[in-house]
Structure formats: C-alpha cells, structure tokens
C-alpha cells in the first residue's frame, strides 16, 4: 500500500516537466512528454496524483495535473463552513492517513460521527445505524487544501492551473505509441498513462467514445449550513424521505449541520425564492411534521409495534438559522459502460454519477484511486500505461462501484412511490433489517468501506 514514509526517499533526480510557452504554429516545439498526466484538479484527480507520486516504482516518473481551476483552493475557518461535505468512510481515512494528508485535514476541521437515522414521511417506521465511529463530515476545500499541501511536498508531480484541455488524441494499438493532449493555448504534451478526473461532462470519457447509462432526475440539491438549537445530538446524521426526494442533515459539530436536500425542480425553485427565516421554517416542517401513513401502513405498524419490533423516527434537532449563503445544483444518474482506453483511466464523476444519498459519490470515487495504485504497484514493469494494469483496474473498480450505484439507486426508486401496497411492505421491509443484526450489520459494512 501507499506510504507517508516514501517521501523520505524521494530526490531531486524527479524533475518537474518543463512547460512550453504558446507559439505560432509554424514554429511550435515539439511536445512534452510526461509519463502521468491528470486532466481535472479536483478531489479525485489531486488524491491520484499524490497517490501515485507516493508510489515508489513511479518515484522518478513526471507527473503533471492539468487544472482549469485558475488559482489553488484556500481554508480559512472564520470565512464559516463550506457548502459542500462528504460523508467520508473510514476507508477513505485510513487511504488519507496512508498517503501523510489526514493530519493536515485534522488541524484544519472535521467532524466524525456514530448514528444515522433514517425515515420516510408516509410511515412512523424508522431505521437507525450505530457504530463507534460511523465516518468524518469534511468539507470538501478541507481535502483540496490538505491534498495541495501534500502535492507541494512530492518532486514527481507538478501542476498546471488556469489550462484547459482542446483536444486528446488517443494511441493506435502500438506498444510505443503515447496519449497526446493539446490544450487551448496551443501547447501539446503526450504521456503513457491519462487520467480522467474532468468531472460528468469529462473530455476524456466523450473521447473514449464509452457507451454510458444516464438520466436527468429532474431534480436539483440544495446546499448550506444550517444552526440548530440543540448542540447535543450532533453525533447523529439524519435523513428523510420525502414524496419530492430525500433531505438530510450532516452534522458538522457543535451546534451545526450541513442540508442537502435533493428535491424536484420546481420545489427547488420555489425554496430557493425564500427568505432564510422562511426557508428554515420549511426545513424544520420538512422534518418533524407527521406522516401521512395509510391505513395498510398503519396495519403493518400496528403489528410491528405489538410484538416490539417497531422503531420510530429519532427526534430532530431544530434549525433556528442559516449560517451563510444557499445554493443548488443539477442531479442525476451516469455509469460509464468502460473505466479505461488506450492508456486511459476515468475515475470519479467521469466514470460514474448518483444521486447525492448516503454521501457515497466521492467515496466511491476514492475507492477508484486506491484500486488503480494498488494495480500499478503490484503489476508495475516498466510502463505505467500497461493494458495488463488498466483491465485490472477496470475489473476491481467496477465490482466495487456497480453495486453500490445499483443500490443506492434502488433506495431512491423504492422511496419515490406512495403506492400504499409498496409503502406498507418497505415498512415491513425496514422494519426486518432493523431487527436483523447480521444483515444491519451488512449495510454498515458498505458505508464504512
């Protein structure tokens, strides 16, 4: 596995690639050659490259991050929390602490929790997940800082802002042929392995050309920070199910919660009008009013109860304000049918695109990370681009990440119905689970992974 201690190594034999100033066309140099090159500068294509610049059989390989982003992200904890969290795994931190950047996430802000409880708004059934330690909310500029930080300290890798990419020209089935990139300003780079991390309208994956599942979910998540008034319950991550989609409150400690709630649009546009004390009223509604539970449901509960299987909804801390600005973003599904080219790799959003339930997107995209430098540091000989590597990838990679797509797509689709047949026997449902050790114990394995 990736280690911290591999720094120490490290030499000044592992020159950074040298950059090309844009030339008339007729006197253009020739490309620079780099073996690694990573097009998007965010979580995922950051956490590769300080991945991959870890691993010691790359230690004296160039490693370039192309980022459109024209300055690096920045922490400063009285500017208020970010609008964007992950619920991040304890997985996902054991990869952060073995690549020497969970420390740095430590000293700026993070918060870790033990319960999740969930419920729907069409029955007074409820499931709750409790371990010591469930995961950490961190906002998401928290790990761009940490990942940058360590990027600084690693000679392997260097990074380009304000770039973007125009044109890739993928290799011919040729052993010795190269990845070419051509970027706006007219200079051209080649490399032996690329990796997408460019986001769900991904360069590398439309030049790829991979066939791909995807819908629009014709919703929108809405984002802030919310102050509530009880500072006791903030170890519990709460998660509705609502008739227009879910709403969740992630807690960021003390007395603070992140939303997101993932609703049609035309809801989200009429919350987003409201004034912040109007859009807290609704938030709190959205919470704590009573289910509307059908008279089948009711049957089922009645039942539950009686025999003492019944759990009910927890008790949900109210918001009394927004602590900052608001904001909302589109939805919606994609899969990628291939998670590799000519030696090319997606990875992340590029690959894969869900809806925000549980915090998984970026989970999963991290898991991606590790797969392709556990790959390479097993296989490596000599080519970092070996198709030998890439399908090994792919292979690992999916069977990670189709069934935790499918199954949170599933949770989505069950909760969307009011059919009164179909809520009585998803209570049913969640009532078994919740009464069922080894199969609980099952759904929180795959959280935490």
């Not at 956490?47 to 610049?53: D, E, M, P, Y």
């Not at 009880?230 to 992140?258: C, H, M, N, W």
């Not at 989970?363 to 797969?371: E, L």
């Not at 009164?420 to 049913?428: H, K, S, T």
Request: glycine share 8%; net charge negative.
């Amino acid at each position: 596995m990736i280690g911290f201690t591999k720094l120490c190594t490290r030499h000044l034999s592992s020159l950074r690639p040298s950059l090309h100033l844009s030339l008339h066309p007729s006197l253009r140099q020739a490309s620079t050659h780099c073996d690694v090159i990573i097009v998007g500068g965010g979580m995922i294509g950051n956490s590769a490259a300080v991945a991959l610049g870890l691993e010691e059989h790359l230690e004296d390989k160039s490693i370039l991050i192309l980022d459109q982003a024209s300055h690096a992200p920045s922490f400063t904890p009285d500017a208020g929390y970010n609008l964007r969290v992950i619920n991040l795994t304890m997985g996902n931190q054991k990869f952060f602490d073995q690549c020497g950047v969970w420390d740095s996430i430590k000293e700026m802000r993070y918060h870790s929790y033990s319960d999740i409880a969930m419920w729907e708004s069409s029955s007074s059934s409820a499931i709750s997940f409790n371990k010591d330690n469930m995961g950490y909310i961190v906002e998401n500029n928290v790990i761009d800082v940490a990942l940058h930080e360590m990027l600084g300290k690693l000679d392997n890798v260097s990074v380009r802002n304000g770039v973007s990419v125009s044109k890739i020209v993928l290799p011919s089935e040729e052993p010795q042929d190269k990845v070419r990139i051509e970027l706006e300003s007219g200079e051209e780079y080649s490399c032996d392995l690329l990796i997408g991390a460019d986001g769900a309208n991904s360069l590398v994956r439309r030049t790829l050309n991979c066939p791909t599942m995807a819908w629009d979910y014709n919703m929108e998540g809405i984002v802030c920070t919310l102050k509530s008034s009880d500072v006791t319950k903030d170890f519990i991550a709460y998660q509705r199910f609502l008739p227009t989609g879910p709403i969740a409150l992630l807690p960021l400690g003390a007395e603070y919660f992140s939303l997101v709630w993932s609703c049609k649009k035309y809801l989200a546009k009429e919350l987003s009008a409201l004034n912040d004390t109007e859009f807290v009223e609704r938030v709190n509604n959205a919470f704590h009013k009573d289910p509307h539970v059908s008279t089948l449901t009711d049957i089922v509960e009645s039942i539950s109860s009686f025999t003492g299987l019944q759990e009910y909804p927890r008790e949900t801390p109210f918001m009394t304000c927004v602590a900052g600005p608001r904001a909302k973003f589109p939805l919606g599904f994609m899969h990628s049918s291939r998670y590799i080219g000519p030696r090319t790799v997606l990875l992340g959003d590029a690959s894969h695109r869900v809806l925000p339930l549980a915090g998984q997107g970026a989970n999963i995209g991290f898991r991606g990370v590790q797969i392709l430098a556990n790959e390479i540091k097993r296989k490596y000989a000599g080519d970092v681009g070996d198709h030998e590597i890439l399908a090994n990838f792919e292979t690992k990679a999916q069977r990670e990440a189709a069934p935790m797509l499918g199954f949170i797509e599933g949770i989505d689709k069950l909760y969307s119905s009011n059919f009164a047949p179909i809520v009585a026997a998803r209570n049913l449902g969640i009532t078994l689970v919740n009464n069922c050790g080894p199969l609980k114990e099952g759904f929180i394995d795959i959280g935490r992974s």
